[in-house]
């Protein structure tokens, strides 16, 4: 009796410790399920919030590259970070699973983080006692170059964790690969892999074999300590690793991977930094795509576009080695030189000042006096107002009455002739009375109208002084006035863009050229011909003679400020304007130095092409006249010349016969040289 109450007190105990274990286990699962699934809620929870938290835009900022008239590199927007943006269908399938097998093997199979990679760097974390080692997924590296700094603290790595989930809640694994090469760092100023293949191979990304591929993708775990212009032999060590490990996952063939260690690889020499920028171009092609076309700034600065423009290289460096050489010698003394293509409006050469390190203000659109360079506006009217060139007018001292006022201009050095001279005459001697008396004849409006006709854009007003260029205006604006000019009358506006290209290939801007006739021909070209005076013997620019032995014509201009001389060939027009910044005078010496610039530039310039004469239009004839009298002559009756005139307004009338014409005397012919 006592025995069975003792078995069966035992087994009742120990149903009771049943009971209670398994009460005890199934609160504890029922704990645990709810934990479980307050846990998914919250991560659900978190995952909505992630997913409905924007991302920053992606920092993959890409330099705009600006190409010359043939299609070569110039420049670039961001030199900070030279990158071109390429899609991920451009990039080969051997450099996308190179870079996979020696980042992150199992990229397309995990949400951001690797397991293994977080146990590794948790153990080293533990074992340093700091944080010495990252699990570096692709998406965890592609998250701190776009958001983040490279410092290694705790919020810094928080941060890089947040990130990394929203890109993958964001984006594909394509979209998130192809920000990764077009983001990361390959050394030797290459970011993207685009940059990287033209610095190392000069090849297009897209035509990279697999031994140049897994080459490239070694580089980004440290790109000095694997740099190829450094660590030849470290860099190909890793490439031999990365192509084991390609051939181990079964993404190349053990051959394949053999054939690729052997390929001698030949590494592009380092760039050398190129010294023709045109940093002043740059400026003006980055402001008018944002001012004239519209374009975002962000978009022009770091949207990796293509600006397609008309500037040449050999005329850039021509233009920047003029002013450099003429002075760099004078620590004040500033510059700047523009010029165009006649015949399309194109922008060949642009120079803002002599330093753009010291100064970036660009001088090509500074205002300034152009004195007598304006002048040709002038007689351009005139012509269109019955002169020719043979109109004379007394040049001496005059007080000129307008509006109950007086105006008294004077000659360069109070020197006059003190007799009536012809319009030619007048134009190379830069005479300001038959200037201003010239406008006083025509109307100070019709002036101010051909400026406008022409293309200026500044305000001018119907004053005397207007004929002497007492208004300031722009460099920019003097090249479109003469352009037109020497384009026979057609108006095209000055432009440096022809197309740019965003990097998907999309055309923004394609430049339609405009163009209108607003002189005739014949107007153009006789002024034309009357401005070679300028440097013939005699003339305010004869020292150019000496420099350039082609047809050329134009017109100088000095204030005491300001030295210019803006000029043309058939093909080719120039301005080129020096003075201070300040307001400081210059002497008359520092102001010629921009005919030596003019002549030097111009010289070098057209030393490439045939020399060709200016071809007249249809209606307009050509004569012998004599210079002193106006009559007309034969060539070989002394003191003749040949004159073009619009047809009807030349000479009827010959010489008559036994009455000798007396010219300007050998005495005159060599004060005038001087002069």
Known sequence: MSHWNTTDREQQLQDMFLWRLASRSYRFLCFLGKGLMVAIILLGLFYLYLQSRP????????????????????????????????????????????????????????????????????FVNIREGSIRQGASTITQQLARNLYLTH????????????????????????????MYLNKIYYGNGAYGVQRAAQVYFQKDVSKLSLAQSSFLAGIPRGPVYYSPYEHYERTKTRQRHILDLM?????????????????????????????????????????????????????????????????????????????????????????????????????????????????????????????SAFKPILYLS???????????????????????????????GNQYPNRAITLREAIAKSDNIYAVTTQFQIGAENTQLMAKRLGMKSQLKATPSLALGSYSVTPFEMVQAYSTIASGGIYRPILGITKIVDRDGT???????????????????????????????????????????????????????????????????????????????????????SQYIWGHYMRDATKRNPSSDFTPPEDVTGVYVDEASGFLTSKDTPNARFEYFVRGTEPQIAIPENKPIQGPSWWDKIRSWFD
Request: aromatic fraction near 10%; charged fraction near 25%.
């Open 55 to 122: 991302l920053p835009p992606p920092d993959v900022l890409t330099s705009t590259s600006i190409y010359d008239d043939q299609g070569k590199i110039l420049n670039q927007t961001d030199p900070m970070e030279n990158r071109e943006y390429v899609k991920l269908d451009q990039i080969p399938t051997y450099l996308k699973e190179a870079t996979i097998a020696a980042e992150d093997k199992s990229f397309y199979h995990h949400y951001g983080f690797s397991l293994r990679g977080i146990a590794r760097a948790i």
């Open 151 to 178: 410092d290694r603290t705790w919020l810094r790595k928080a941060k890089e964790a947040l990130y990394t989930l929203q890109l993958e809640i964001h984006y594909t694994k394509d979209e998130i690969l192809e």
């Open 247 to 371: 051939a181990k996952n079964g993404l190349i063939s053990q051959t394949e991977a053999q054939e690729a260690k052997r390929t001698e690889l030949v590494i592009t020499q380092p760039e050398k930094m190129n010294q023709l920028q045109a940093n002043y171009f740059r400026d003006y092609v980055v402001q008018a795509a944002i001012k004239q076309y519209g374009l975002e700034e962000s978009l022009v600065l770091h949207g990796g576009l293509k600006i397609y423009t008309t500037l040449n290289q050999n005329l850039q460096q021509n233009a920047e080695n003029a002013v450099r050489h003429y002075l760099s010698r004078h620590q004040k003394l500033e510059g700047s030189l523009l010029s165009v293509d006649p015949k399309t409006g194109h922008i060949k050469a642009m120079v803002g000042g002599k330093d753009y390190d010291t100064s970036q203000f660009n001088r090509v659109f500074a205002k300034r006096q152009p004195g």
């Open 382 to 412: 005139a012509l269109e107002n019955g002169f020719t060139p043979l109109t004379k007018i007394m040049s001496k001292p005059t007080i000129f009455q307008y509006e109950g006022k007086t105006y008294q201009p004077a000659n360069y």
């Open 507 to 593: 055309v923004l801007v394609d430049t339609n050229q405009e163009s209108k006739q607003v002189i005739r021909p014949a107007h153009a070209f006789v002024l034309t011909k009357l401005l070679e005076s300028v440097f013939d013997s005699g003339g305010t620019a004869h020292r150019v003679q000496q420099m350039i032995h082609r047809p050329i014509a134009g017109k100088t201009g000095s204030t005491d400020w300001d030295g210019w001389l803006v000029g043309y060939t058939p093909d080719l027009v120039t301005s080129v304007w020096v003075g201070y910044d300040q307001g400081r005078k210059i002497s008359n010496w520092e102001g010629k130095l």
